[in-house]
């Protein structure tokens, strides 16, 4: 880990303002201040210096200097994260790449576009669309999220059951490495030859490299879309008809369900004409042609019906469709009017387990006394239980962290994983060793060092040290086993 | 059949890394001619992978199929299509032995890629031995999973480099309810063109080829969707369409037939390959296949310029590199992997390039 001191610190300030004109550099209090957390505002710290480099001869600059000096990096893009990815560090620099907000090409025959790292998610398919593309992942957070970050989390959406997540979605990755190299990953075309290091960087939360531009792939807009919201008096059984969906052999757009609270503040604040006093409401998107999309939600319809579906709306236009969306996708803000806090939590489970999981869920919130709205992708199984707390009550903070792990613990013992769409970051840290065996943790260790051996970009991050699972371990007893026998106990 | 022999696996690995030696890896020897010729010396044994097979899971419902490295894909496929349901990246086989562990070693992928993803897309959590001789697991069954660096999809195309795969866990699809074949004769040019056209729109395309002044659509989904897209793409019905594609894909096309090395070149849609050779064109323009005496450095520079790179398939020569070299920074990173994965160089030594 990095040793730099205040001098060190002091020398960087000085060749910073060398290599970056004035306003490129946050110094005081007053504008370091937005920087000192990211979406998940839990966890806050103010940077020790902030740099907004506009271009990438800059960020290679930057890099080299605090390489030179020993001095931590961490990169940010719109700061939407909800696993405390971007969370400065006071001895650290902390790194935007909010100036880098250009599409620099649009390419139709080649179905991609060039994009720098800042551009928000949602800029992408708006500029496409003057060809019919658009780009596919479509996280709730899209008019605000970058697609560097994007990039960095493999995020996901509420389409990426039927057209895949970021690592799915891009051809190619320019970025700078810690000592201030500019590499290409991947390429225009679909194979590369060598390792699959556009694979490895996709998900890798800025702790590889730092992502100066993007070659995204577009997709064809579908000559129809249509979602379906059917209402259910139960949750199991929606969640039984999620299955009956796929067995069907039938791939939605999206897949999406909520439970009763979620849908009484969803309702609230988007009145999308939500039923309020359903137990559970499943979205199901059928895109396609024409006759596909006909034939598909007329079968779902009666599947859902069949299922014990108590009430069903199908959109029949776009502006019906839109407004159906609009509520799931304001799920978390509308729960953060209900609640002077939440914490989303994103576990991903075999979509089997979801009975399971519910029933446990429920069962641990009545035990802590803290209420859960539940959202979830419910297609491929990735939960997010918003759990509903106050934080100026001493104490509450610290027993919803630890109801939130009970739950990602519960993820993993159902065969599924403690994230799946927004990273590790600070927050999941200590759940990584639930998950992961001292080897497999070692060898995330030796990626990292491959990529970055002084440990300066975004360090603390994504990874824990084997000693600090090692300590946890004496609390982790699966089984009877220790998770890391191997190592000492303190 | 079904058998686990991870302890045997290790214990060889672990006896390799003793006695200094090498290993090769082998599945069903279906594919021994992709990559580089490595050294036959008699510090390298074979490691057979066919040993270890059999479906672990599978359940339809959930879209998910783990089976150990050395089941035969054939096993698999057959499995799937029982439940109405495939591998979506339509691996080759090149021979009726092939492994599981050999189609994510190598990460070929057919024609469907383009419309619906590679062999790395769909791979979800893979079990390994490492070249210190250690079981380690990463990702899982579930679809969506970013706890930890994505190791599983490094493990494809790196062709046994990294380690040894033991167990693999794939994401199947439905298969489609219909599936025709459109072929329309046309010049290169205005195949190219008809491609990128189609390429763009919402037409339910699940390959794009052109071979013999014909171009080959491939429609899959809802049989109402196909019907209708049937009509405008135009063109005339192929019959036994399977036939060909799967001719295309085991390169038992006749245009494989050639002593000539046989050149793949990956480029990006809207590549011209300016060459005298009749190429095999599939991926909607995006994979052009050559047979070419023409230098190495020459085939490189026709893909490298367009923005691809080529790969040497199928050669007699067996010094060649068979793969287009590596930026040097990228390289390094690939010699710091291969260090941290398999510091003794036992694992495939040399058949991705000669020095990793
Ligand atoms: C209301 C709300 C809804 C959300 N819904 C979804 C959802 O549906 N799906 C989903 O997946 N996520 C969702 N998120 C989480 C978040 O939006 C995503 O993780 C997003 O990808 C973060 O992008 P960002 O630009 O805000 O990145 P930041 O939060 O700024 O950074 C995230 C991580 O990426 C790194 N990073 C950022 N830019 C770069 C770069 N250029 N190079 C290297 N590293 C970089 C940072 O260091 C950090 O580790 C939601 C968040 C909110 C607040």
Request: charged share 20%; aromatic share 6%; net charge negative.
């Amino acid at each position: 880990m990095t040793s730099a001191t205040k001098a060190n610190r002091e020398s960087l300030r000085k060749q910073l303002h060398q290599v970056l004109p004035k306003t490129s550099i946050l110094e005081t209090e007053e504008e370091t201040h937005p920087y000192e957390c990211d979406g998940l505002t839990a966890y806050q710290q103010k940077p020790w210096i902030v740099v907004l480099p506009e271009t990438i001869e800059q960020v290679q600059n930057i890099l080299i200097l605090c390489y030179n000096e020993g001095v931590p990096v961490v990169a940010r893009g719109a700061g939407t994260g909800l696993s405390g990815g971007a969370l400065p560090l006071a001895n650290g620099v902390l790194l935007s790449l909010a100036k880098f907000n250009s599409i620099l090409n649009i390419n139709p025959a080649n179905r991609s576009a060039v994009v720098q790292p800042g551009v928000r998610n949602l800029a992408i398919s708006q500029a496409a669309e003057e060809f019919n593309l658009y780009y596919a992942p479509d996280p709730s957070s899209q008019i605000a999220c970058t697609i560097g970050g994007n990039v960095a989390e493999n995020a996901g959406g509420v389409h990426c059951l039927k057209y895949g997540l970021t690592v799915h979605n891009i051809l190619q990755l320019k970025i700078v490495t810690m000592d201030g190299e500019l590499i290409s990953i991947g390429s225009q075309a679909l194979d590369t030859p060598g390792y699959d290091l556009l694979a490895l960087m996709t998900g890798s939360e800025g702790m590889l490299g730092v992502i100066v531009e993007v070659t995204v792939k577009l997709l064809p807009r579908p000559e129809q879309a249509q979602v379906i919201l059917a209402a259910f008096d139960n949750v199991v059984k929606a969640g039984e008809a999620v299955g009956a969906i796929i067995a069907e052999g039938i791939i939605p757009a999206g897949l999406e369900m909520m439970d009763n609270p979620a849908i009484r503040a969803a309702e609230d604040y988007a009145h999308a004409d939500y039923p309020v006093d359903a137990e559970a409401i499943l979205l199901c998107e059928l895109d396609g042609s024409h006759e596909e999309v006909n034939e598909q939600i007329t079968l779902v319809e009666n599947l859902l019906t069949k299922k014990g579906a108590v009430s069903l709306r199908t959109s029949c236009n776009e502006a019906e469709r839109l407004k159906i969306w609009l509520g799931r996708k304001s799920a978390f803000p509308a729960v953060g009017r209900i609640s002077p806090d939440y914490y989303c939590m994103d576990g991903t489970i075999p979509r089997k387990q979801l009975p399971f999981i519910l029933k446990k869920i429920s069962e641990l919130s009545a035990e802590y006394g803290l209420l859960v709205a539940n959202v979830f992708h419910a297609g491929d199984g990735n939960l997010h239980p918003l759990i509903l707390y106050d934080a100026n009550i001493k104490g509450e903070l610290e027993r919803t962290e630890e109801f939130g792990g009970k739950i990602l613990e519960l993820c993993v013992e159902a065969g599924g994983t403690i994230t799946g769409e927004h990273g590790v970051g600070k927050e999941k840290i200590d759940q990584m060793c639930v998950q992961f065996k001292s080897l497999e943790l070692q060898i995330f260790h030796d990626i990292k060092h491959s990529f970055d051996p002084q440990e300066l970009l975004n360090p603390g991050k994504a990874v824990p040290s084997l000693h600090r699972c090692a300590e946890l371990g004496g609390m982790h007893v699966h089984d009877g086993l220790l998770s890391h026998p191997e190592l000492e106990r303190f | 059949m079904s058998s686990n022999r991870t302890q045997e696996l290790q214990d060889r690995i672990r006896a390799a890394v003793n006695n200094k030696s090498m290993l090769q890896i082998v599945g069903g020897n279906s594919k021994h001619f992709y990559g580089n010729t490595t050294s036959q010396s008699a510090k390298s044994e074979v490691l057979e992978t066919r040993i270890h097979q059999g479906v672990v899971s599978y359940e339809p419902s959930e879209l998910v199929i783990t089976a150990r490295a050395g089941t035969p894909l054939k096993e698999i496929e057959v499995l799937l299509a029982e439940n109405n349901q495939m591998l979506p990246f339509e691996p080759p086989h090149y021979g009726e032995h092939a492994t599981l562990g050999g189609a994510i070693a190598t990460g070929l992928s057919g024609s469907r890629r383009p419309f619906t993803g590679s062999a790395r897309d769909f791979v979800l959590g893979v079990r390994i031995i490492s070249g210190k001789g250690e079981v380690m697991s990463f990702g899982g069954q579930v679809m969506k999973n970013v706890a930890g660096y994505d190791v599983s999809r490094l493990m494809v195309g790196a062709l046994g480099t990294l380690g040894l795969l033991l167990e693999v866990s794939i994401k199947v699809l439905p298969r489609p309810q219909q599936e025709i074949t459109q072929c329309i004769a046309v010049s290169r040019q205005e195949a190219l063109k008809t491609m990128q056209t189609l390429n763009q729109s919402s037409q339910p395309l699940s390959a794009l080829a052109y071979e013999g002044e014909k171009l080959y659509v491939r429609l899959s989904g809802a049989a109402s969707a196909v019907t209708s897209a049937q009509k405008e793409v135009g063109g005339e019905t192929l019959i036994h369409a399977d036939n060909f594609w799967q001719q295309l894909n085991e390169q038992s096309h006749p245009f494989f037939e050639s002593d000539k090395p046989l050149w793949r070149l990956s480029v990006p849609y809207v590549a011209e390959i300016d060459s005298n050779e009749q190429p095999f064109i599939d991926w909607a323009g995006a994979l052009y296949w050559l047979h070419s005496d023409k230098s190495t450095e020459e085939i490189q520079q026709l893909a490298s310029e367009q923005g691809g790179a080529a790969t040497l398939f199928k050669t007699p020569d067996q010094k060649q590199e068979r793969f287009a070299p590596l930026q040097a920074k990228i390289k390094q990173l690939h010699v710091n992997l291969k260090m941290r994965f398999d510091p003794y160089g036992i694992l495939n030594f040399g058949r991705l390039y000669s020095d990793l």
